[in-house]
């Protein structure tokens, strides 16, 4: 999981915001700071460019163990398109006809987690931020390649004006604790994902719907 927030990102000009919800998969390259490597290589397997190189790859090498088919593979596009839109369709995306396989029953219990456990910590961020009135959206945002670790953007995005909100270091600890816990994982959620091929997940809180409990417990610390 990336938070996506100023203080997590080496390049926060990304977070500009035109229009609810703000999207970053195939949108924008994400770099955030203090990465581990698992985590950058992960990222630049995200970008269309270099998977395109690397599925072409082999012809390369045939052209050059076999000079004699270079030209014939040099005028031969509609192979290289083949190659790649099947690579990209149907080896790293879940074809239809698999999707239709899988358990939608499933699928409903996880994101039915991802709502309760996506209030509780907006509930807990609102109640620290002392939220009478507004509203908070969690957006949970994952990269639909499979076979691959999931990518999972999170952020919490806020209306008038539009905005990925900035959050500080115990609001990231919040949304590390409540998020993704017990049966609700990262791959638990790609999975339900892929089955209703939908990989942009919203989860609403009213600031009005806070509690005085929860109020209590945030000035409580």
Request: without cysteine; charged residues 25%.
């Amino acid at each position: 999981m990336i938070i996506v927030t100023e203080d997590t990102l080496l390049n926060p000009q990304i977070l500009e915001v035109r229009q609810l919800p703000r999207r970053f998969v195939d949108r924008v390259s994400v770099w955030p700071r203090r990465a581990s490597p698992g985590v950058i290589a992960r990222l630049l397997i995200e970008m269309q460019l270099l998977r395109y190189a690397a599925w072409l790859a082999p012809l390369v090498v045939v052209a050059l163990i076999w000079r004699q088919s270079a030209l014939p593979l040099s005028q031969a596009p509609i192979l290289m398109i083949i190659l790649v839109g099947f690579m990209e369709l149907r080896v790293l995306r879940a074809p239809p006809a698999q999707r239709a396989k899988m358990d939608r029953d499933a699928a409903a219990r996880v994101q039915d987690l991802l709502r309760v456990q996506g209030r509780a910590a907006l509930t807990r961020i609102a109640a620290g931020r002392g939220m009478q009135a507004g509203a908070l959206r969690l957006v949970v945002e994952q990269s639909p390649l499979r076979l691959l670790p999931p990518l999972t953007f999170v952020t919490v995005q806020a209306e008038d004006p539009p905005r990925v909100v900035d959050l500080d270091e115990a609001e990231r600890a919040v949304l590390a604790e409540e998020l993704f816990q017990g049966a609700l994982t990262e791959r638990a959620l790609h999975s339900a994902n892929t089955a209703e091929d939908e990989f942009l997940r919203e989860v609403e809180l009213d600031a009005r719907g806070v509690s005085a409990h929860a109020r209590l417990a945030a000035a409580l610390g």
